[in-house]
């Protein structure tokens, strides 16, 4: 029963992600190298100028791929002597008819031995007609550095590289993916490049949706840095220490100030009640599904004994900041979603995840159960899937450098070998887009090895991912943050650039999980239509058919955006049945839905509908004994049956059955 709970929601994150498909794209180049190298040829000393051929080699890899073949590039290693500057490349050709806006695409691999000295690195490099591309700042796509003779094997996991190219001329191109190897010196220092699903077509759109810019334009960096400082100002959020229960509560108050009804979800750990804190935006149109956006409030330094020092202020005061921020957002009213959203602030994270897993545990079989019955209401909507935030400030690469490294980014991570790994990549690359659309200034790369957080908890019951300053495993856990579970983790160790780099987080989550739930911001009046507003004229007054809430007023009909407004008919003609004596009615279904241009009702019988006529003159009938009533101006009349005429513009004399027109013919009577 879990599982299909589970499975539902995937199924729905699955729908929600294909609402609104793209147009077809224009696809010039796409290789996945399923059987082989898909066109493409390897190239000694591709990049950089290198002139060492003997140390670079490339290969097509059966199941090297992302999901089965791939290119591999092999560099260095061969012998133990000293080698400067080695690179290799796999390159095709493509051509255009007329220029192109397009992007590139690919997913890449990078690998480094163990052996390799701190001044020794590997590049993911690629070029277009020979300009090399690469994160923003840099000539490169991903860079890892050794960590001096006998560290530890290293590597990116599989990451998927995007970007624009700009308008290509018409003609040939030609594209180079492979990688670069500054420096080795010994027989066991190489570096592998893989590469897979490289595509080449038209850019796809980004920053479009006029709802999610202004949730963007409402996130405040210096708020954002200040819930940081608030946070961090408790001294620590150990578990076992009042600073816990403090932060707990200021969180609560927090929330409760942007609105929102907060609760607590209670569990035991080592014999004491402990909570996680959190708040629900329900949806609109679907409450029974949800999208949690989460951070783990407690903090931790085993170097300070009893947890009394452990400030945490990336770990993890910069994830519930975001978490903060997000929920501060999509607070107002004028903000809706479809599905619900809900965030949640973990407790006991550091002593391994335990809020998170009790959470799961007990309301797992709770997804999606209306309670009460018939309320509307669903305690524990369906799980979308997860965003989790685990210390998103600090990127100096590894070995730390005293400042922010040039390629820093958001490592956005996804675990493939999870039961929903499948959906968690999509879930990763929707986060992907929305920075590519929306983050100001810092890009984004994918990444498979998703770790150590309590999003891990969710793993196998729902797609889940985590947001992080680095890869957990391979960066984070390799000593790639200095103050990581330290004394040291107070907010004067964060340079400016370093907060400018969470709140690109900020950013990138809520454009993904406004995108996810269809966000949609009901400014009224600004003669924008969103799909809760039925009309918007430009303004607020009411009385001109559109109202101060952008809802149509009775009696009247409204199109376009902005809204033109016009009265709708008359509710009733005027006169009675004969059969019934009830009002004969054109039928008006509701505000804002006006009558077929000549329907009629007649008591409380079904709506006919009469079409054409002759001239713009029309004949209606009630439909007591009538099957069909043809387009023409002379009707058969029924047994019992009246008719009346009716032109646009002009009047009917009820008495007779006939209009009084200006028109000068005879055929507008009725029998």
């Keep these: 029963m879990p599982k299909r709970a589970g499975v539902r929601a995937s199924i729905a994150l699955v729908a929600i992600l294909l609402l609104s498909p793209a147009a077809a794209a224009s696809v010039v180049l796409d290789a996945r190298f399923a059987t082989g190298t898909d066109g493409f040829a390897f190239i000694d000393d591709a990049f950089a100028g290198t002139g060492e051929p003997s140390y670079a080699s490339g290969s097509w890899l059966a199941s090297g791929g992302w999901l089965d073949g ?31 806006e397009l992007e590139l695409t690919l997913r890449y691999r990078l690998t480094t031995s163990a052996d390799y000295d701190g001044d020794e690195y590997g590049l993911v490099m690629v070029t277009l007609d020979g300009a090399e591309l690469g994160t923003i700042g840099n000539s490169y796509v991903s860079a890892l550095f050794g960590n001096g003779d006998g560290g530890i094997e290293r590597s990116t996991g599989w990451r998927r590289f995007r970007i624009p190219l700009g308008t290509l001329p018409a003609g040939a191109h030609t594209l180079t993916a492979g990688g670069y190897n500054n420096k080795k010196n010994g027989t066991g220092e190489s570096t592998q490049i893989l590469i897979d699903e490289v595509r ?47 932060a707990g509560d200021w969180i609560e108050a927090e929330l409760a100030s942007y609105g929102y009804v907060v609760e607590r979800h209670t569990y035991t750990f080592e014999g004491q009640p402990r909570d996680s804190i959190y708040a629900t935006k329900p949806g609109s149109v679907r409450p029974d599904q949800m999208l949690i956006v989460s951070a783990h409030m407690d903090s931790i330094n085993p170097g300070s004994g009893d947890g009394s020092v452990a400030p945490g202020a990336d770990d993890d005061a910069s994830g519930t900041s975001l978490v903060l921020e997000v929920a501060r957002v999509f607070a107002p009213a004028e903000v809706r979603t479809a599905s619900s959203l809900r965030f949640i602030l973990w407790n ?66 996804y675990q493939a070998a999870s039961s929903f790994g499948g959906n968690a990549i999509q879930l990763a690359e929707a986060a992907l887009a929305a920075n590519v659309a929306y983050a100001s200034d810092y890009p984004a790369e994918v990444g498979s090895e998703m770790d150590f957080t309590d999003s891990i908890a969710f793993e196998d019951d729902c ?96 199109v376009g955006a902005p809204s033109s407004c016009a009265v709708c008919r008359p509710d009733d003609l005027g006169f009675p049945d004969p059969a019934t004596s009830d009002l ?23 709506t006919l509908a009469v079409t054409g006529g002759f001239f713009g003159a029309e004949c209606l009938a009630d439909d007591l004994a009538a099957t069909q009533i043809e387009e023409t101006a002379e009707p058969t009349p029924g047994n019992g049956f009246w008719f009346m005429v009716r032109v646009s513009g002009d009047s009917w004399d009820p008495a007779t059955g006939t209009v009084v027109a200006t028109r000068d013919t005879g055929l507008l009577a009725c029998p």
């Design 70 to 100: 791939g290119l591999e590039v092999s560099l260095g290693g061969l012998d133990g002597s000293t080698v400067n500057g080695m690179s290799g490349g796999w390159r095709a050709t493509f051509s255009l008819e007329s220029p192109e």
């Design 200 to 246: 080449v077509a038209t850019a796809e759109p980004v920053g479009m949706d006029p709802s999610v810019q202004l949730l963007i334009d409402a996130l405040d960096p210096t708020r954002f840095r200040q819930n940081v400082v608030t946070l961090a100002d408790f001294g620590t959020r150990f578990w076992t220490q009042q600073g816990n229960l403090d």
């Design 348 to 413: 006991n994270e550091e002593t391994g995840a335990d809020g998170s897993f009790a959470y799961v545990a007990d309301r797992l079989a709770l997804q999606g159960i209306e309670e009460p019955p018939a309320s509307g209401a669903y305690p524990e909507p369906l799980w979308l899937g997860i965003y989790q935030h685990d210390m998103i400030l600090f990127d100096h690469g590894l070995p730390p450098q005293p400042d922010q490294i040039p390629g820093a980014d958001i490592d956005i991570e």
């Design 463 to 558: 797609p889940a991912v985590s947001l992080r300053e680095n890869r957990r495993v391979a960066e984070i856990g390799q000593g790639s943050n200095p103050h990581w579970h330290a004394a040291s983790d107070v907010v004067a160790a964060y340079s400016d650039a370093d907060f400018l780099l969470g709140f690109n987080t900020v950013q990138t989550t809520v454009a993904a999980a406004a995108e996810l739930v269809e966000a949609t911001v009901n400014i009224c009046g600004d003669g924008i239509l969103t799909p809760f507003q039925p009309c918007d004229d430009g303004g607020i007054e009411p009385g001109d058919g559109c109202d101060g809430e952008c809802q149509i007023e009775a009696g009247w009909t409204c």
């Design 584 to 606: 004969i009615a054109w039928s008006a279904p509701g505000p804002g839905v006006c009558a077929g241009e000549f329907d009629v009702a007649r008591g409380d019988l079904a």
